[in-house]
């Protein structure tokens, strides 16, 4: 049993332990505190008359389950990213992946003010493929615009871009209100409706990802290395372009835009369990799970009782380590 492995023993025996931790914190505290007692107690025997169990039941519980799925999701979808571009600068909400599905989510509340949730997550996720080939499309025209600090600006100058736009529109038709939740992330307000929707079609990016994992893997090493060893590398990466979408769309309809999860958590994964994607992929689901979990916590407490919200947080800790990735990796042209 190599490092990798061992690492990753350990990691999936302490992880779960700590994501029920920060998800029985994440249901029991807030501006009214709640016993664990009473918790169990709605969870097993739901009274509707009871207003912690209905507190619990249509704010906290919906709220708890959304962090942890969309942490997962964007931090699965930065983890394919990375392997397959051989970026360590690559992430969802770097190259203009959210940014793309924000503003067609934009575009369906201006043009298509009826549209129901399911076709609402489809917009979504082809809101991602469209941010991700707008970036991707322009790099390539650019000398050496595929080199991780280049491609990271011009993710970052396109996505403001398109943010933008989608803003202007909606200020001009009076919905930036409405907007503005899906720009600066709505967990507060999310509904298990939602959830029951958003999950399964994720969960299908998420098991997408994880058959992808080797296949990932051998990418990482470099186009000709896997031609060399038989790997059809436009299959691999257009089926990680459509699980990126899957993930990073569904993320988005269900809590909106929240940045740098997807470009944090496979740094830290693959400094804990190695450089192996089949151990990288599923464990950075988990951390991402976690992480998110642990930042919205922080959000509820920087000003209490008032909320900040989960992407301020997330903004605190993702650009000093984008920052500290730069400086340290410098103008390096793949991820070690």
Same mark, same amino acid.
């Given at each position: 049993m190599n490092f990798s492995y061992r690492h990753f023993i350990l990691f999936s025996t302490i992880m779960p332990v700590l994501i029920i931790v920060v998800t029985l914190m994440s249901i029991s505290m807030g501006t009214k505190s709640i016993a664990l007692e009473t918790i169990i107690d709605a969870i097993i025997r739901y009274d509707k008359e009871n207003v912690d169990h209905q507190i619990i039941w249509t704010g906290r519980v919906p709220r708890a389950l959304a962090v942890l799925f969309v942490g997962a999701f964007l931090a699965t979808a930065g983890a394919i990213m990375q392997g397959v571009t051989r970026n360590f600068l690559a992430s969802p909400s770097i190259m203009g992946v959210t940014d793309g599905s924000a503003f067609f989510i934009t575009l369906a509340f201006v043009f298509l003010p009826? %549209? @129901?949730?399911?076709?609402? *997550?489809?917009?979504?996720? $082809? =809101?991602?493929?469209?941010?991700?080939? +707008?970036?991707?499309?322009?790099?390539?025209?650019?000398?050496?615009?595929?080199?991780?600090v280049r491609l990271a600006i011009i993710g970052t100058v396109i996505g403001t871009f398109i943010s933008s736009i989608g803003t202007a529109i909606a200020m001009y038709r009076q919905i930036s209100q409405t907007i503005t939740?899906?720009?600066?992330?709505?967990?507060?307000?999310?509904?298990?409706?939602?959830?029951?929707?958003?999950?399964?079609?994720?969960?299908?990016?998420?098991?997408?990802? %994880? @058959?992808?994992?080797?296949? *990932?893997?051998?990418?990482? $090493? =470099?186009?000709?290395?896997?031609?060399? +060893?038989?790997?059809?590398?436009?299959?691999?990466?257009?089926?990680?372009?459509?699980?990126?979408?899957?993930?990073?769309?569904?993320?988005?309809?269900?809590?909106?835009?929240?940045?740098?999860?997807?470009?944090?958590?496979?740094?830290?994964?693959?400094?804990?369990?190695?450089?192996?994607?089949?151990?990288?992929?599923?464990?950075?689901?988990?951390?991402?799970?976690?992480?998110?979990?642990?930042?919205?916590?922080?959000?509820?407490?920087?000003?209490?009782?008032?909320?900040?919200?989960?992407?301020?947080?997330?903004? $605190?800790?993702?650009?000093?380590?984008?920052?500290?990735?730069?400086?340290?990796?410098?103008?390096?042209?793949?991820?070690?």
């Amino acid at each position: 049993m190599n490092f990798s492995y061992r690492h990753f023993i350990l990691f999936s025996t302490i992880m779960p332990v700590l994501i029920i931790v920060v998800t029985l914190m994440s249901i029991s505290m807030g501006t009214k505190s709640i016993a664990l007692e009473t918790i169990i107690d709605a969870i097993i025997r739901y009274d509707k008359e009871n207003v912690d169990h209905q507190i619990i039941w249509t704010g906290r519980v919906p709220r708890a389950l959304a962090v942890l799925f969309v942490g997962a999701f964007l931090a699965t979808a930065g983890a394919i990213m990375q392997g397959v571009t051989r970026n360590f600068l690559a992430s969802p909400s770097i190259m203009g992946v959210t940014d793309g599905s924000a503003f067609f989510i934009t575009l369906a509340f201006v043009f298509l003010p009826g %549209i @129901s949730s399911f076709n609402l *997550v489809l917009l979504s996720m $082809l =809101g991602s493929l469209f941010g991700g080939a +707008l970036v991707f499309g322009f790099a390539s025209i650019i000398k050496n615009g595929l080199s991780p600090v280049r491609l990271a600006i011009i993710g970052t100058v396109i996505g403001t871009f398109i943010s933008s736009i989608g803003t202007a529109i909606a200020m001009y038709r009076q919905i930036s209100q409405t907007i503005t939740m899906w720009y600066n992330s709505k967990v507060h307000m999310v509904e298990m409706e939602l959830i029951y929707l958003c999950v399964p079609i994720g969960m299908i990016g998420l098991i997408l990802a %994880i @058959s992808l994992a080797r296949a *990932v893997t051998i990418t990482a $090493l =470099g186009e000709d290395v896997a031609v060399g +060893l038989g790997q059809n590398t436009r299959i691999v990466k257009l089926l990680s372009m459509l699980a990126v979408a899957i993930l990073t769309g569904t993320a988005v309809a269900l809590v909106g835009k929240i940045a740098f999860v997807g470009l944090i958590v496979p740094h830290i994964v693959r400094m804990l369990v190695g450089v192996d994607y089949r151990v990288i992929i599923p464990c950075s689901a988990v951390m991402g799970a976690f992480f998110l979990s642990g930042c919205d916590l922080i959000s509820r407490y920087i000003n209490f009782p008032f909320e900040t919200p989960i992407g301020v947080v997330t903004a $605190l800790i993702g650009v000093p380590f984008f920052l500290y990735l730069i400086r340290r990796k410098g103008g390096e042209k793949y991820a070690a």
